[in-house]
Each structure stands twice: as C-alpha cells, then as structure tokens.
C-alpha cells in the first residue's frame, strides 16, 4: 500500500514516534518528495475485545494555520489522521497477505 502512495502521489510513509494506546498500533510520518513533513497517522488494523466494530478514519488533529507571534512567523499546523480497521490478528506463523476478498 505504501509503495502505491509512493508511486501515485511522490509521497513517502515511514515509521515514526508517538504515544500509542496499543502495542499494536503503528504511527507513521507523511513526506512530500523534498522531504518536507506534510502529515502524520496512527494505523490501528486488528479487532480486540476493547475495541468497536466497523473501520473508519478521522482526524486528530486538523491541518490549520498558526497565527504568527512577534517571534514566530506563520505557521501551517501538521495534521494527524488514524485509520482503524477490525481485521482478525495475524498469526506469528501465517504469510502477511490482505486478500481481495477482506
């Protein structure tokens, strides 16, 4: 999936830090072809007990602009989506493969 973003859009999708609610969880930052970080997501895609149903995305935080200080010019806030999905946890031995009818 990330190479697709890669390919279609010259975006590149690399693991990143963050606080996550689960050891499952994933965060990763969003670079534009110069290398200019543009956005950030949180990736959590297996169901758990504590968890609802369904899949959805929304945003953390929305991308804004920053109104400027005497000592600080105006700035463009970065935006932090998640996207939430309920597959079945992966097995540790089982191939890493989503099929077309998932």
């Known amino acids: 999936m990330f190479n697709v973003v890669q390919k279609i859009y010259g975006l590149t999708l690399r693991a990143s830090s963050a ?3 689960h050891e499952a969880v994933r ?6 072809a110069a290398g200019k970080l543009i956005g950030q997501f949180y ?3 297996y169901a758990r007990n504590s968890k609802r149903g369904g ?3 929304d945003d953390a935080i929305t991308r804004r602009r920053i109104a400027p200080s005497m000592h600080v010019p105006l700035e463009i806030q970065t935006p932090v989506a998640y996207l939430n999905c309920n597959f079945a946890p992966r097995r540790r031995q ?3 493969c989503l099929r077309t009818t998932k």
Request: proline residues 6%; hydrophobic residues 60%; charged residues 35%.
């Open 27 to 32: 965060f990763f930052d969003v670079r534009d």
């Open 19 to 21: 606080p996550l609610w």
């Open 55 to 57: 899949a959805w995305m």
């Open 43 to 45: 990736m959590d895609l």
């Open 94 to 96: 089982a191939r890493r």
